[in-house]
């Protein structure tokens, strides 16, 4: 059974960074895109950031300087580090993962909400 965990939620001030951690189990991870997507109250949902196998990384706009992603396939964990947090990064944080020949996500995490102080 495939299973995704996330950790490392929870208040912050701004300003203030935090590490998401997800653990994957019941794929070969290695080969599988990793990423994070978040959705904030009244907002779709959007993607943060995501890691092919090969190390290649996306990011979107609003992260870009702030947040990086990284994977260590030894612990078949994803991370995403979170730095210079803003009130607007307030919102629950999802991880997934999706075969690289796939065009939608396979597996979500139950998320882990990340609430950022003014």
């Known amino acids: 059974q495939v299973q995704l965990v996330e950790s490392g939620g929870g208040l912050v001030q701004a300003g203030g960074s935090l590490r998401l951690s997800c653990a994957a189990s019941g794929i070969i991870f290695s080969i599988y895109v990793m990423g994070w997507y978040r959705q904030a109250p009244g907002k779709q949902r959007e993607l943060v950031a995501s890691?092919?196998?090969?190390?290649?990384?996306n990011y979107a706009e609003s992260a870009k300087g702030r947040f990086t992603i990284s994977r260590d396939n030894a612990k078949n964990t994803v991370y995403l580090q979170m730095n210079s947090l803003k009130p607007e990064d307030t919102a629950v944080y999802y991880c997934y993962t999706r075969h690289p020949s796939s065009s939608r996500i396979d597996y979500w995490g139950q998320g882990t909400q990340v609430t950022v102080s003014s």
């Open positions: 890691i092919k196998s090969g190390g290649s990384i």
